[in-house]
């Protein structure tokens, strides 16, 4: 039984928040599951998801799409990570993640017309390793430029949530393991690592789910070698018109994301044992 | 140990030069004479004159930055509001149905994102116009608030809670004077990535504007075809000089601050409870 | 908690010192008030010019809102949702056909036309508007290749099927467009481009897999910008992409193959949600001027189907036969029908695959 002043406090909660649920969240997942189940006419039809599961075009899109996913969020995190812990010893550091969140600013994809211009055969990054003597090198329309065009939009909302968490940790805490003789790296690895891991997921959710269904880079960086999820569910949202499919799709991404939070679940309840 | 921090310094530096370099090619190219962000040809101010003579596009930046500070301040309370709603559920599985459902938006392209609301506001016969795309943008930038304020609060020492409640304070004090101020950090990046948010969506602004209002991000995406000028390079060069601005005006007062309180307490520095 | 008021005070000074802006802004371009002296305008990105828009309002007393959009089906979803009060707005060819089966056009009253004799007859009476009873041109144009001479020599590429030679290996961009990419396999093959068999369709997409070899990305709007910094050394591309990235760089050129190729319109439409038609009216006829017509083509850099506009363009772009093509060739254009929904999307699912058969 909950006492009568948390049933309160739940109850402010609850009522911004529940509006917000209702109204824009699950309103348009019944219009979804809805349209995904039936025929242009509206007649109730499996026919989409038939479509969707018998055609190996479209799974190994979704492949596609939650390994380049799996593979961007592992890019990020490893280079976030570090940096991340660095920003934490610096003073000012508040001033120096600012510097980091600034770049999010400027249009996406004004920013990404900006890596076209780096990394064009007749580019920047072309004309500087030019200067060595190497040859113009095909850097577009490959997964590494792929990959780290995608990783740089997604850093600051892996460092934000990792910095944080980092920030909470006791610096006694450290102190104290250093003084029971472990090393920076055993410190690193057993007391900095362990506490940061809630910044860690968070930061690893806000970067692999968009990064499912990620197309304008796909086209533009990717010259649409890998095709996504995103891509199709763009292409028969707005070309083919066909929001039928297009709404499967998006259920499927929706099933695809319930998974990945399912199987992080275990970690979470563990955590928050312990915390009671 | 010397050494290592060098070698830190210099992965921060690298990092710094890597996020900026897009940024630098821009700026540059605002100041190019030539028409397009490539083949330099000469030393120009003329794009920042056209920037100036262009009331509409003044107009939609006007717009757009209300609709973000709005957006991401509103978000930002109903998703602390819906964080501390989560974590105060017990029931393990309860738990795991609203953060599915709070990811939701997370997950869906845009796109569908922006069909789903403009069905939304015209069954509801709303007006598309402001209004909507506001609406429009607290919803997207919610579940991303509540991603960064809940590892804040189950790094929450629960005595903390405990034994304030030990003491009699009520909600309000409980909320005001132990939990806000312990997850305000986490408010605060999820603010800054509601503003990011905010100031880059494209296609869900497209399909809930509507009766002449309209942001950066859809004029920029609907010039492409044409190609995008270097005014809008000019825009962004201005824009980044004040964010740049504002950052380092922060900077000077957060470390006089520091320094006026250099004495003494730990209670001191007031940057470390931002962000 | 004294860092959360601050920033919350300074973000509403902010919002309140932007709302005052916007007020002030709102006043002066005279879009924020909601008076009948109005004309709402949903067009492409800059594809007006400005200068235009000011002239028009001196000149009727109109105010213009001029909103944008980047694609035609989302400028469909948007005008058939309702919602909004567009006035005028600017679909292409196939996009039109839809949009008039649908109910979704107004029909153009002719006697309130007084420029409509200043347009090309042959930009006229389209398959997709029989006596233009819907629409008047605004820009039209063609498909064609677009090759860098640095890398290819001219008589290498005159002919779709020139780009399967071995020797373009990674050398070629394709504009991200299922009817694009599938009308030059089917004009390979002497079919044409609105073909609705399915073997035919199987068989240009077969073809077009054969291609893959030499495709080095599948792109959109950006091409323009690939071919002028040389990144590839061909691209198949839209004539007025092909326009400004050639103004950009001197070494590329355009070809309109002379076997056949698309002719695509832009045509300027009264969709049903129009509320202010004597406003729209006026614009129509403001547009049809051949000064006014000139100076939005030298603009935007997109030919103009304004035959009276044609003493008023420089002499350059006026002779240039890339841009405004001969007889002959124009003999061989096609323009797109409306596929209707079930080919539409078998097109788009050859498409699909055939982006799908990389690596």
Do not use: C
Not at chain 2, 44 to 62: C, N, Q
């Amino acid at each position: 039984m909950m006492p009568k002043s948390k049933r309160q406090r739940q109850f402010f909660y609850i009522i911004p928040y529940g509006i917000w649920l209702v109204l824009f969240v699950i309103a348009p997942l019944v219009l979804l599951v809805f349209q995904s189940l039936t025929t242009p006419t509206g007649h109730f039809t499996l026919h989409n998801y038939a479509i969707y599961f018998a055609s190996g075009t479209y799974l190994r899109m979704t492949f596609n799409s939650v390994w380049y996913a799996f593979l961007i969020t592992v890019v990020t995190l490893i280079v976030s990570y570090p940096m991340a812990y660095l920003l934490n010893q610096l003073k000012q550091k508040q001033f120096w993640l600012l510097l980091i969140i600034l770049p999010t600013w400027i249009n996406l994809l004004l920013k990404t017309y900006a890596f076209i211009g780096l990394l064009s055969k007749s580019g920047t990054v072309n004309n500087f390793i030019g200067l060595w003597g190497v040859v113009p090198q095909q850097l577009l329309f490959s997964d590494w430029s792929f990959l780290l065009v995608a990783a740089y939009i997604e850093i600051p909302f892996m460092i934000l949530p990792i910095f944080n968490s980092l920030a909470e940790i006791n610096p006694r805490l450290e102190q104290a393991s250093r003084d029971l003789g472990a090393n920076r790296w055993q410190t690193l690895r057993r007391v900095i690592v362990p506490l940061s891991m809630p910044g860690v997921k968070a930061g690893i959710q806000a970067v692999f789910i968009p990064s499912l269904s990620l197309f304008m880079i796909t086209r533009l960086i990717g010259g649409n070698r890998v095709i996504t999820l995103g891509t199709a569910i763009e292409e028969h949202f707005l070309v083919t018109q066909n929001w039928q499919l297009g709404s499967t799709i998006g259920v499927v991404l929706i099933v695809a994301m319930v998974i990945t939070m399912i199987l992080t679940r275990d970690r979470a309840r563990r955590s928050a044992r312990k915390g009671r | 140990m010397m050494k290592k921090i060098k070698w830190g310094n210099l992965y921060l530096w690298l990092m710094f030069v890597v996020l900026y370099l897009p940024i630098i090619f821009l700026i540059t190219y605002s100041f190019n004479a030539g028409k397009v962000m490539q083949g330099w040809s000469g030393f120009s101010l003329k794009h920042y004159g056209e920037l100036f003579a262009d009331t509409r596009i003044l107009e939609i930046v006007v717009n757009t930055f209300l609709v973000a500070l709005l957006s991401s301040l509103l978000s930002s309370v109903i998703g602390t509001a819906g964080a501390l709603y989560i974590y105060n559920i017990k029931h393990a599985l309860t738990k795991n149905v609203f953060l599915s459902l709070n990811n939701i938006l997370l997950v869906s392209p845009d796109v569908i994102i922006g069909a789903a609301f403009l069905i939304l506001f015209t069954v509801m016969g709303f007006s598309l116009g402001f209004t909507s795309v506001l609406l429009s943008h607290i919803a997207f930038s919610i579940p991303i608030v509540v991603l960064m304020v809940l590892p804040r609060l189950q790094e929450m020492n629960r005595s903390l809670v405990a034994s304030a409640k030990d003491l009699g304070a009520n909600n309000w004090q409980m909320l005001t004077r132990v939990i806000l101020p312990v997850i305000s950090p986490g408010i605060f990046a999820g603010f800054f990535m509601a503003f990011t948010y905010s100031l880059d969506d494209f296609a869900v602004t497209f399909f809930v504007t509507g009766n002449g209002f309209s942001t950066l991000s859809v004029e920029i995406y609907s010039r492409a075809r044409q190609g995008v000028s270097l005014e809008i390079n000019a825009l962004s060069a201005m824009m980044f000089m004040v964010s740049l601005a504002l950052v380092l005006i922060y900077y000077v007062i957060s470390t006089r601050a520091a320094k006026s309180k250099k004495q003494g307490t730990r209670l001191v520095l007031p940057a470390s409870e931002g962000l | 908690m004294k860092k959360l008021i601050t920033g919350i005070s300074a973000i509403l000074v902010l919002v309140v010192l932007l709302f005052g802006t916007q007020r002030y802004l709102a006043s002066q371009t005279g879009t924020g008030e909601s008076s009948d002296k109005v004309l709402n305008l949903y067009n492409w990105g800059d594809y007006l010019d400005p200068d235009l828009i000011t002239k028009f309002t001196k000149e009727t007393g109109y105010k213009v809102s001029y909103e944008t959009f980047d694609s035609n089906e989302a400028m469909y979803t948007k005008i058939k949702q309702g919602g909004t009060s567009y006035d005028l707005t600017v679909p292409s060819d196939y996009m039109i056909k839809k949009m008039k089966r649908e109910n979704l056009l107004l029909p153009l009253d002719h006697s309130k036309l007084t420029g409509i004799n200043n347009y090309d007859t042959r930009f006229m009476n389209q398959t997709f508007d029989k006596n233009n009873k819907y629409s008047l041109p605004y820009f039209w144009g063609t498909l064609g290749i677009i090759y860098n001479d640095k890398y290819v020599k001219p008589q290498d590429v005159q002919h779709w099927d020139d780009l399967w030679a071995p020797k373009f290996k990674n050398q070629i961009m394709l504009v991200d467009s299922a009817r694009d990419a599938l009308a030059m396999a089917l004009i390979t093959q002497n079919k044409s481009v609105n073909d609705k068999s399915t073997a035919d369709l199987a068989a240009a997409q077969a073809k077009l897999t054969t291609l893959m070899p030499n495709i080095k990305a599948i792109i959109a709007d950006e091409i323009k910008m690939y071919m002028a910094q040389n990144e590839a050394a061909i691209a198949v591309t839209y004539s007025g992409e092909a326009s400004q990235a050639m103004g950009n760089n001197s070494h590329l050129h355009y070809v309109v193959p002379s076997e056949g190729s698309n002719l695509w319109f832009d045509n300027i439409v009264m969709p049903k949600t129009a509320k202010h038609k004597a406003a729209a009216y006026a614009f129509l006829n403001f547009m049809s001027e051949p000064k006014n017509a000139a100076q939005n083509a030298t603009y935007v850099g997109y030919a103009t189907p304004n035959k009276r506009a044609m003493p008023f363009l420089s002499e350059a772009v006026r002779h240039d036969k890339q841009f405004y093509p001969d007889k002959k060739t124009l003999d061989n254009l096609q323009v797109y029908d409306d596929l209707g929904q079930r080919w539409t999307e078998k097109y788009n699912d050859a498409f699909l695959e055939f982006k799908m058969s990389q690596r």
